[in-house]
Each structure stands twice: as C-alpha cells, then as structure tokens.
C-alpha cells in the first residue's frame, strides 16, 4: 500500500495474520497501523513460488564485481554509445540503469542538492538529475518501476577518479520526495556486503 504524505510517499508491505478467529493485516512499516479484515476484501494474488535471484536478474552474479562504463553495457546486450552511457540515468527498457558518484567534485555548484548516500546495507537514498521530477518522464520510470515490470540496475562508485563502478543489484523505490533533482529511498534486493560497503564510504562525506 502507498501512503503519502507532505514528505512525499511512501510505500508499506502488509502481511496477512490470523488473529484469533478474524484477520489483520500487519504493515512492515510501524509507522502505519495494522488494517482489520473485512467480509467485502477479496484476495488479489497467492504466493505460487519464489523465484530465485537469477531469474529476476541475470546479472545477480555480478554483483560486487567491478566495471568500467564503457565495458557495462555489453552486459545488457548493447554498445557502449559515450551520448548515452554518460549518463546517471540510462532508459534500455524494460532496465533502467542508474550511476551514482558518492563523492561530489567541488566543482559540481549543485552538488549540494545531492544526497546519494546509504542508509544501511539494505537501503539506498539516491538523487535524480536535476530536470527529473516525479512527474516526469524520467521520474516516472523510476517510481513506477513495480507497476510496469522496468528493472532498475545500481552502479556506484566512491569519487569520480575512481574509473570503475561497483554493481549492487537491482533496487525498487520505496518513498520519494522533493523535485529537480527529486530524492529516492531504494530498498537494495541484494545487501551490500561489509567490505564493500566501506570501501565505497570511507571518505564519501568530504
């Protein structure tokens, strides 16, 4: 379910729980309280199994695995074109490829509206380019990634003179907010391990 809210939207997974001889359906988030079971509610899906990783991602593989920019688009099958792929934001549908410089050059006057940065090893707050909105073509590949069957490919690296980016895998978004650039919370479908999780943190803050 989505909830939104001045801070944007945010979206909470809700489980199905017996309760007693009734049930409830329990959201992942506490932010939000559970939902009583009603007569009138008709399922909409059932669990038939789970896939393994590399069947929703044929490069699940990869990840944690080093690459330069212009050797990651053969792994979707493509040429490396520099008009394209010098992008932090590369539309290969249904894939969408996103490339994140942690460390921002002095350089960047805008770099301060940007906030990419790791909350955890499951979770990924990254900023659009600064003409992408929510409400944009752009934007809208991002967030609407779940309902239109689009893949979203991670790539970061820790500071510009770092040539190769790290592969973490896809990620969905879970909340956004704000707009040109817009903020994004990815919840990563593959933690980052520990080593490479530091490594691309050491020094990302200055």
Do not use: C
Not at 7 to 30: H, M
Not at 33 to 42: D, F, K, L, N, Y
Not at 163 to 186: D, E, T
């Amino acid at each position: 379910m989505e909830h939104a809210d001045r801070g944007g939207t945010s979206a909470a997974l809700k489980l199905l729980r017996r309760d007693g001889g009734n049930y409830r359906l329990e959201s992942t988030n506490p932010t939000y309280p559970p939902i009583e079971g009603q007569r009138e509610m008709t399922v909409a899906a059932r669990l038939v199994r789970k896939l393994a990783p590399r069947e929703i991602n044929p490069l699940e593989g990869r990840i944690g695995e080093r690459f330069k920019r212009q050797d990651i688009p053969p792994l979707y099958g493509l040429e490396y074109n520099p008009g394209n792929w010098q992008s932090g934001h590369v539309s290969i549908a249904p894939h969408v490829v996103v490339f994140v410089t942690l460390t921002k050059s002095d350089a960047m006057a805008w770099g301060a509206d940007y906030v990419d940065h790791f909350e955890g090893h499951d979770t990924f707050v990254w900023s659009s380019q600064t003409n992408t909105g929510p409400d944009g073509k752009k934007g809208r590949e991002v967030l609407e990634a779940l309902d239109h069957g689009t893949f979203i490919h991670l790539w970061v690296r820790r500071r510009k003179t770092d040539v190769a980016f790290v592969y973490l895998g896809l990620v969905v978004p879970v909340s956004h907010q704000g707009s040109k650039p817009m903020s994004v919370r990815f919840r990563m479908l593959t933690p980052v391990e520990d080593q490479v999780l530091t490594q691309l943190t050491a020094d990302s803050r200055g």
